[in-house]
C-alpha cells in the first residue's frame, strides 16, 4: 500500500452564476423561507465564516481496488479508533471544524468514499451496497480493527450496510442525518434529486459544481458558515462529475431497500443524531430508526440543521467524544437510576 501527498493549493470559488442557479432552485424548495427564518433569528451572516482560520487536514491517496480514495488518518497509538465518512455534497475536508478535537483523543480514519469528494470511482459506486462493500475493502486495506464508525449523510447507509451485512468487530456506530429507512421522509431537495426525472436531469447537465455546494448551504445550514478552504475543496470534488451524484439519487428508492430489512439485525451500540432542524432528512426519520435498531440512542441536537457535524460542532464533537469514551452511556445509565 502507498500512499501519496494531495496538492491541494489553489482554491476555487462560486461564481455569481452558481448563486442564480441556486436561487432559482430555492423559489422550488419549500422549506427554504423556514431556514431563513431561523438563520435571521441565530443572526446568521452568510458572508462572514464560522471559522476564519481553518484546521488543514493533512489528506492522501492510496489505491485500493484500482480507484485513488482520498483519505486522511492521525496516527494516535493506544486510543479507541474512529473512522469518518464523508457527505454530500461535501468532503472529509468538512470535518475541519472537529479535526482538532477527535485527533487529539482518538486514532482517526476519514476517507472520501468512492465517486464522492475527492475520490474516484465511477456508476458501480452510486448505490448503498458498493459503498458499504467499499468499506469492508477500505478496513481490510488499513487493517483497522475494532474501529467506531461515524456516518452522516450518505456515508450512514454505507456503515449500516456493512455492519449488518458481514461479520465484524465494530464497537460502536454514530450515524444520522442519512437515509436508511423505508418509506423515508423526505425534504423537498430529496423528492427532486431521488424521485423526479425532470429535476435530476436539469441538476445533472446544467448545474455546476459551485451551485451544487450553495445549494447544500442553503438548506443545511442554521448557524454555520463554511470558509474558503472547506468551499473550495467541495466545489473541486463535484465539478465536471454531478452526473454521478444524480444517479446516486436515481438509485436511491432502490438502495433503501438494500439497508431497510438490516437495521433490526445491527446489534452493536448505535448513537443517532439528527438536527431539529434538518430539511433534507427530517428527524422523523431517526426516531422511527431508533425504534427498530435494538441497541441504539437517538440525540437530537438543538437549533441544528442538517451538516450537525459543523452546523454546531462543539457540541457534536462533544457528543462525539462522550459516546466513545462511554461517557454518555454512563449518564444515561445515572438518568435511569434517578427515574427509578
Known amino acids: 500500500m502507498t500512499a501519496v501527498k494531495e496538492n491541494n493549493s489553489t482554491l476555487r470559488k462560486r461564481s455569481v452564476l452558481d448563486r442564480f442557479y441556486a436561487s432559482f432552485l430555492m423559489t422550488f424548495t419549500r422549506e427554504y423561507n423556514q431556514l431563513e427564518q431561523i438563520r435571521r433569528k441565530n443572526n446568521y451572516n452568510k458572508n462572514t465564516p464560522s471559522i476564519a482560520e481553518p484546521t488543514i487536514i493533512d489528506t492522501n491517496y492510496v489505491e485500493i481496488k484500482g480507484e485513488k480514495i482520498r483519505y486522511a488518518h492521525y496516527h494516535n497509538p493506544g486510543k479507541e479508533t474512529l473512522i469518518m465518512l464523508s457527505p454530500l455534497p461535501q468532503s472529509i475536508i468538512a470535518y475541519s471544524p472537529i479535526w482538532k478535537q477527535v485527533t487529539a483523543q482518538f486514532n482517526v480514519y476519514a476517507y472520501d468514499l468512492p465517486g464522492f469528494g475527492r475520490s474516484t470511482g465511477g456508476m458501480e459506486f452510486m448505490n448503498f451496497k458498493a459503498q458499504g462493500e467499499f468499506l469492508k475493502e477500505f478496513i481490510e486495506t488499513f487493517e483497522i480493527e475494532a474501529p467506531h464508525i461515524m456516518a452522516p449523510d450518505i456515508g450512514m447507509p454505507t456503515a449500516i450496510y456493512y455492519t449488518g451485512m458481514f461479520k465484524n468487530d465494530v464497537k460502536s456506530l454514530i450515524v444520522g442525518?442519512?437515509?436508511?429507512?423505508?418509506?423515508?421522509?423526505?425534504?423537498?431537495?430529496?423528492?427532486?434529486?431521488?424521485?423526479?426525472?425532470f429535476w435530476q436531469f436539469l441538476i445533472g447537465n446544467f448545474v455546476g459544481a459551485g451551485a451544487f455546494v450553495e445549494v447544500g448551504n442553503r438548506i443545511g445550514y442554521v448557524n454555520?458558515?463554511?470558509?474558503?478552504?472547506?468551499?473550495?475543496?467541495?466545489?473541486?470534488?463535484?465539478?465536471?462529475?454531478?452526473?454521478?451524484?444524480?444517479?446516486?439519487?436515481?438509485?436511491?428508492?432502490?438502495?433503501?431497500?438494500?439497508?431497510?430489512?438490516?437495521?433490526?439485525?445491527?446489534?452493536?451500540?448505535?448513537?443517532?443524531?439528527?438536527?431539529?432542524?434538518?430539511?433534507?432528512?427530517?428527524?422523523?426519520?431517526?426516531?422511527?430508526?431508533?425504534?427498530?435498531?435494538?441497541?441504539?440512542?437517538?440525540?437530537?441536537?438543538?437549533?441544528?440543521?442538517?451538516?450537525?457535524?459543523?452546523?454546531?460542532?462543539?457540541?457534536?464533537?462533544?457528543?462525539?467524544?462522550?459516546?466513545?469514551?462511554?461517557?454518555?452511556?454512563?449518564?444515561?445509565?445515572?438518568?435511569?437510576?434517578?427515574?427509578?
Not at 442525518?177 to 426525472?197: C, M, R, V, Y
Not at 446516486?248 to 432542524?277: C, M, Q
Open 177 to 197: 442525518d442519512g437515509p436508511a429507512i423505508d418509506p423515508s421522509t423526505n425534504g423537498s431537495i430529496i423528492e427532486k434529486l431521488g424521485f423526479s426525472n
Open 224 to 340: 454555520y458558515v463554511p470558509n474558503a478552504y472547506e468551499l473550495s475543496d467541495y466545489i473541486k470534488s463535484y465539478d465536471g462529475r454531478l452526473k454521478l451524484s444524480i444517479e446516486w439519487f436515481r438509485k436511491y428508492p432502490e438502495s433503501l431497500a438494500t439497508v431497510n430489512p438490516l437495521l433490526e439485525k445491527i446489534e452493536v451500540p448505535t448513537l443517532l443524531f439528527w438536527g431539529d432542524n434538518d430539511q433534507i432528512l427530517p428527524y422523523d426519520n431517526g426516531e422511527r430508526i431508533s425504534k427498530r435498531m435494538k441497541n441504539s440512542t437517538l440525540h437530537i441536537i438543538e437549533n441544528c440543521g442538517h451538516f450537525s457535524y459543523q452546523d454546531q460542532h462543539e457540541a457534536f464533537s462533544e457528543l462525539l467524544s462522550n459516546w466513545v469514551n462511554g461517557e454518555y452511556q454512563k449518564n444515561d445509565k445515572r438518568k435511569e437510576e434517578l427515574v427509578a
